[in-house]
T-cell receptor
């Protein structure tokens, strides 16, 4: 596709449920980033991949959050045992050099 | 990465130029100034970036002061579709761990 694609667009999860969010970056983009955006706030960095290597996961808020990019293209952000404070928009971005291209995000609501 | 300071909100009349300021007084020599915007319910969109010289593209112009401690994003003829949150970010040229603040909420008024 022409841009970064994220799925699902919306996800409602019951507290304690596991969720998986998918990101399809722009083909050939080496770098991939995940961000969390709470309502009314700017995006906050979660983790960064260069190809399949996760080089920075300093922004992951707890060990319930896990991200992978096994073949250096598609990435999945997994959240185990979801809590209400996990409710947010999760954004994925990819880049080569220069600017980052963002997907539309997945809005996660934990009820 | 250096931190940035932006006004929380601004209004601009449709058709007029929108000038969005950003302070980045702790910027270092190898750090670029990037601007992104986020329209409601969409992901952030890249606008423009620069190092020292002023830059212009089809979307906007970026004016960076000589001491590089501040910059201004200029939308020359604002339209209603330019209503968005605008983020000023400072990054080194390599790994782009983008740190967004709360940005400036620009409201373009008919």
């Amino acid at each position: 596709g022409a841009g970064v694609s994220q799925s699902p667009r919306y996800k409602v999860a019951k507290r304690g449920q596991d969720v998986a969010l998918r990101c399809d970056p722009i083909s050939g983009h080496v770098s991939l980033f995940w961000y969390q955006q709470a309502l009314g706030q700017g995006p906050e960095f979660l983790t960064y991949f260069q190809n399949e290597a996760q080089l920075d996961k300093s922004g992951l808020p707890s060990d319930r959050f896990f991200a992978e990019r096994p073949e250096g293209s598609v990435s999945t952000l997994k959240i185990q045992r979801t809590q209400q404070e996990d409710s947010a928009v999760y954004l994925c971005a990819s880049s080569t050099t220069g600017e980052a291209f963002f997907g539309q995000g997945t809005r996660l609501t934990v009820v | 990465d250096a931190k940035t300071t932006q006004p929380t909100s601004m209004d601009c009349a449709e058709g007029r130029a929108a000038n969005l300021p950003c302070n980045h007084s702790t910027i270092s020599g190898n750090e670029y100034v990037y601007w992104y915007r986020q329209i409601h319910s969409q992901g952030p969109q890249y606008i423009i970036h620069g190092l020292k010289n002023n830059e212009t593209n089809e979307m906007a112009s970026l004016i960076i002061t000589e001491d590089r401690k501040s910059s201004t994003l200029i939308l020359p003829h604002a339209t209603l579709r330019d209503t968005a949150v605008y983020y000023c970010i400072v990054l080194s040229g390599g790994y782009q761990k983008v740190t967004f603040g709360t940005g400036t909420k620009l409201q373009v008024i008919p």
